[in-house]
Each structure stands twice: as C-alpha cells, then as structure tokens.
C-alpha cells in the first residue's frame, strides 16, 4: 500500500484510488491519484499528486494537502455522475504535466500544469508511512 485515506473531512477522506501510469521526473516518480469526499449533495472527485522515490517507487517522499484540480466547468460539474474529475492518463512535456481525465463521467478534458507548480503543492511525509517498507513480494504462479 501506498497512500491510505485520511480523515473523513479531508478532500480525500472517502476513498482513494490510482489515475494515470506514474511520471518519471528529475524529483522521483509523480503520482496523479484521485479522491473523494461524502457532501450532502454526494460525492466530489478530485485530483491530488503525490512523489514517490526515483530508486524505490514504494517510498511515498511527499503528498499533496489539498486537492490540484477539482470540478468546477459545467461539463464537470454535471453528467452521468456529477461532480467528478478523474485522472486517466498524463505525459511529461517540456516542463509541463499534460493530464488526460473523464469530467462528469460523460466527457474527457484535458489539463495542464506546470511540473514545478504541481511539486510545490508537495508537503514531505512525516512518517515512512505505508509505502516505506519493502515492496509488495512479486506474484508467482500467473501465465505469462
């Protein structure tokens, strides 16, 4: 395990869950997840960032403490299941992270953000956390 829910009043204290294929940067490996949290009016997805060490991808080095980017255009807003963006694939250009996502599970958008800006929003963690030890053991027995 890698990162875990936080406290229910956080913006991702409900459930969390993977996005795009992590990004390989000078800094570590650059995790796009999602998060959600219960509101009165139901759900809201939104995208946090997290880095994991360049040499040991188990390490979580730092997380976001606010969600980067949340629903806010229309198309997002509402649809099949409103209030929800979630990361599906995302590329490094130059210095900018260019992120594929579903908005209200009826369209795709994408979004960018500089690289440096989504590493400032960082904050390190303060314990190894769960991700620190040694690497889930692999797999055996599976058809290749």
Do not use: Q
């Not at 795709?108 to 030890?133: C, F, N, V």
């Not at 040694?134 to 290749?144: H, K, S």
């Amino acid at each position: 395990m890698l990162l875990e829910t936080r406290p229910p009043v956080w913006w991702d204290g409900a459930k969390i869950g993977a996005g795009a294929p992590p990004i390989e940067t000078d800094a570590g490996w650059l995790l796009l997840y999602h998060g959600v949290k219960l509101a009165p009016s139901g759900p809201i997805y939104r995208v946090g960032v997290a880095l994991l060490d360049r040499d040991r991808p188990w390490v979580v080095l730092g997380r976001s403490h606010e969600w980067v980017f949340g629903p806010e255009a229309p198309y997002e807003r509402i649809g099949d299941v409103p209030n929800v963006v979630f990361p599906c694939g995302a590329f490094l250009r130059d210095d900018e992270v260019w992120m594929y996502y579903g908005a209200g599970d009826t369209t795709i958008g994408l979004a960018t953000a500089r690289l440096a800006d989504l590493l400032a929003t960082l904050e390190p963690s303060a314990e190894p956390g769960p991700g620190a030890g040694a690497p889930n053991p692999p797999v055996t027995g599976l058809p290749r």
